[in-house]
């Protein structure tokens, strides 16, 4: 089959590889109809998550039609179209058992973070991705569900993680009734958490970046205030005068390990590798809000250190919340919201690539260019 591969930072091709076969008897082949790049597969294609290895295949969003099953599998059969949620998992370890479908020890047990994500580094488990024509799909009868009949193909691929992500970004804000919402990145995953925001009572939203392009679409999509931090000597001094000086009710960091803003913060993270990632993005998230606001984090940071402003948040007394989205958590409540209209998840959707073209797709997802926001991957055999 074919399939993406990654060769080193800034290099990815498409080769041809194994098909994947069933190793377990709980273990699905899906063909891959439709994928995407998320920017976490930027954090892996810049070479900055320990342990990415050559030769795997990223992909963590993706539908298909099921290809083979294994046989214990019960809930699928060949020919069914299904949405994988990003997270593998088992169901029934301790953590499946609370709702932490992302923190799965079974999945990833030499891990005592994350759970496993398909196309990840290994520290995620290792687990080959659905950029690819067929992928492997473990915990078969615990993940995929069939898409809905009155599901569109692309609005499916944007609920096996951008938009839960993002909706799960604004729940983890405990946003009140007329609360104000600071949403820092305009990516996909800030645009739907800035969408999302409204639906939980949010009675302001405020979105900063510094891509034009996306700050109109985070009008346009998300209704947001829209603030570009390159025309502020300091954003947070701006941000502070927006609510009377008192600072926001909740801020959520879409951003993560490669916010720029800040030369320092960049040096050490991205090209020095002396922190996980520069929390530019979280630190002005802690100064933008008010005391005893919380925080929520959906940006994806490495597991090293990271030079967060943590006594400032100790002494405000923030309520910081995160995660790895624990996707398929939220698709009862999304469902919903889609069907009715409230959602419409394939509007950010900019880019329709080939599979044979992922790198374009890569370098203009990487680079921020042609207006790109949220590139769809088709693999040739769909
Ligand atoms: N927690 C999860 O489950 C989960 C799931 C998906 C993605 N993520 C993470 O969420 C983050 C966003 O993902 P995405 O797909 O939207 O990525 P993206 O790269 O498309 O978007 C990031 C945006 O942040 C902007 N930005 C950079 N520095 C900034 C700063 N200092 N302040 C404000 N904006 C800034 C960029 O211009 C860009 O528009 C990534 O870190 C990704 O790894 C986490
Ligand atoms: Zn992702
Ligand atoms: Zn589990």
């Not at 969408?195 to 949010?202: D, E, H, N, Q, V």
Request: with cysteine; proline share 5%; hydrophobic share 40%.
């Amino acid at each position: 089959m074919r399939a993406m591969t990654y060769r080193g930072p800034y290099k990815v091709r498409v080769e041809d590889k194994d098909l994947p076969s069933i190793e377990h008897p709980n273990d699905a082949i899906v063909r891959v109809t439709m994928g995407a790049i998320c920017g976490s597969d930027l954090h892996l294609y810049h070479g900055l998550m320990p342990d990415t290895r050559v030769g795997h295949t990223f992909g963590h969003e993706f539908i298909g039609v099921v290809h083979e099953v294994g046989g214990s599998v019960r809930n699928l059969q060949v020919g069914d179209r299904v949405m994988v949620p990003f997270n593998i998992f088992c169901g029934s370890c301790f953590y499946c058992a609370r709702g932490l479908y992302s923190n799965c020890h079974n999945v990833n047990a030499n891990a005592t973070a994350v759970g496993a994500i398909y196309g990840y580094s290994h520290t995620a488990g290792g687990y080959d991705g659905g950029q690819a024509e067929y992928v492997r799909v473990p915990f078969a009868d615990v993940g995929p569900v069939l898409i809905p009949e009155w599901m569109d193909d692309e609005d499916a691929v944007m609920l096996t993680d951008a938009l839960p992500t993002g909706y799960f970004g604004a729940q983890l804000g405990d946003i009140a009734e007329g609360d104000t919402v600071l949403v820092f990145g305009a990516g996909p995953v800030g645009l739907f958490a800035a969408k999302s925001a409204w639906l939980m009572g949010a009675g302001r939203v405020v979105v900063v970046d510094h891509l034009d392009y996306r700050l109109d679409k985070a009008r346009e999509f998300a209704h947001a205030e829209t603030f570009n931090f390159v025309e502020y000597d300091d954003i947070v001094v701006e941000m502070k005068k927006q609510t009377d000086h008192l600072g926001f009710d909740v801020a959520i960091d879409a951003v993560g390990a490669e916010a720029d803003g800040n030369l320092l913060m960049h040096v050490t993270s991205a090209k020095l590798k002396m922190q996980g990632g520069s929390p530019v993005a979280l630190n002005w998230a802690i100064d933008s809000v008010r005391k005893g606001a919380t925080i929520s984090v959906m940006g994806a940071y490495g597991p090293l250190f990271s030079a967060v402003k943590f006594g400032d948040a100790v002494n405000k007394g923030l309520t910081l919340r995160m995660n790895q989205c624990p996707v398929k958590r939220q698709w009862p409540r999304l469902f919903e919201h889609v069907q009715s209209g409230y959602l419409k998840p394939s509007d950010i959707i900019t880019h329709r690539i080939p599979l044979e073209h992922i790198a374009e797709g890569y370098h203009l997802f990487s680079a921020k260019l042609d207006g790109c926001i949220k590139p769809l991957i088709l693999p040739s055999a769909a």
